[in-house]
């Protein structure tokens, strides 16, 4: 090797043991082999030496570019390692043994009141019932003695499916199944029917603070020999003070249902603004919580049950309002907002 080319090496090799990140290590790959750099400097001397010289030389230089072009990818590879290793410093203690520190998250307002109602029933016997939310017209309407252009089904419009089924506008759609269902048990073991049957509603409302289109009843029903308002009253009272655990102000006034005979809406006093009125209760003080009655007696009897023999009361509990009443929701519309800040408010640690 030429004392040129020995020296350049050198020269080269110390300024590598310098090198401390990629920008200075790209700066002496330009010094060096860059178009300008003493390496390939270093073949324009060729000009000036015999052809058997520039052989020998061409070469030396060749096996010096491709040594530095080796010792500069080494290098780059030893900073990338590095840089590694300090960022894996600098991350923190990683144990995987370790539990998440996630926030668990909370039930919604509705599930809780939903459960705690399902609790009270099922303390006094009552069997909790699932239905299906897309129903028939026969369930939801004429089952409940509500024919074809009857004027009550105006209150209840709803969402109407190609084929002709629809979503359920209130609970009472399942009513016609829940006598089928138990009726046997009721006419030959003198069971009486006892069940809750929560479950999500739709109609086409025009939404306010109190009103949704898409809302949550819990309808219940009893049917047995002798079953009178008393009863229908005795369930209602427990049901609200078990809920409340405290004393709720009701009132009973008379409501109109074609499935009920007589028919009741049970108000309860607004607990929001304690019943000087706002609008979660349209400014009257009360809301409409729970309309009930002595199921009318066409109805038992297209549920396979003779009303001459059985009477029963069925109510229809609006547990999105009650959720409301219970955790001081003012606008019913926060309860399917889906904003998970707003609802852990009401619900937290609970
Ligand atoms: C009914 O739906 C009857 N099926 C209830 C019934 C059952 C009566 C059994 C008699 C016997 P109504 O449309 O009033 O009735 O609704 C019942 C309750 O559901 C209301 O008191 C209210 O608390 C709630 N509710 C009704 N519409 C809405 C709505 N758009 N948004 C929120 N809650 C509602």
């Known amino acids: 090797m030429s004392a040129k080319t020995s020296e350049i090496k050198l020269k080269f090799l110390e300024a590598l043991q310098t090198i401390s990140n990629a920008e200075e290590l790209e700066k002496i790959r ?7 750099g003493y390496v390939t400097e270093l073949l324009k001397e060729m000009k000036n030496l015999s052809n058997e010289e520039k052989k020998t030389f061409g070469q030396e230089v ?27 410093s600098r991350m923190p203690e990683f144990d995987i043994s370790m539990p998440p520190k996630l926030k668990r998250g909370s039930y919604h307002p509705i599930t809780l009141v939903q459960r705690q109602c399902e609790e009270v029933f099922r303390s006094m016997g009552f069997a909790i019932e699932d239905y299906s939310e897309i129903v028939t017209d026969y369930e939801c ?19 109407y499916l190609e084929n002709g089924q629809l979503l359920k506008s209130h609970t009472s759609a399942a009513q016609n199944a829940i006598y089928k269902k138990y009726k046997d048990a009721l ?9 809750i049957f929560p479950g999500r509603c739709f109609r086409n409302e025009a939404t306010d ?32 003070s078990e809920v409340f655990q405290k004393d709720i102000k009701v009132r009973l006034r008379p409501g109109f249902f074609p499935f009920v005979e007589p028919g009741f809406e049970l108000d309860i006093s607004c ?19 729970c309309p009930c009655g002595m199921i009318h007696p066409e109805v038992l009897r297209m549920g396979g049950i003779d009303p001459e023999e059985y009477t029963g009361f069925a109510f229809g509990l609006g547990l999105t309002r009650l959720a409301m009443m219970k955790y001081g929701v003012k606008d019913i519309r926060d309860l399917n907002s889906g904003s998970l800040k707003n609802l852990a408010q009401f619900t937290d640690d609970k």
């Open 30 to 36: 330009v010094e060096y082999i860059g178009k300008k």
């Open 62 to 88: 060749n096996i010096l570019k491709n040594e530095v072009n080796d010792k500069i990818s080494e290098k780059r590879e030893e900073l990338r390692l590095k840089e590694i290793e300090l960022e894996n």
């Open 141 to 159: 309407f004429e089952a409940l003695n509500i024919p074809k252009n009857h004027p009550a089904r105006d209150m209840q419009d709803t969402y």
């Open 187 to 195: 006419i030959n073991d003198g069971k009486p029917i006892k069940a």
């Open 209 to 240: 603070a109190c009103h949704e289109n898409t809302f949550f009843q819990m309808e219940g029903v009893m049917v047995d020999k002798n079953i009178s308002i008393s009863n229908l009253i005795f369930f209602m009272k427990t049901m609200l």
């Open 271 to 289: 607990l929001i603004c304690g019943g000087d009125g706002c609008p979660s209760c349209k400014h009257s003080g009360w809301l409409e919580l």
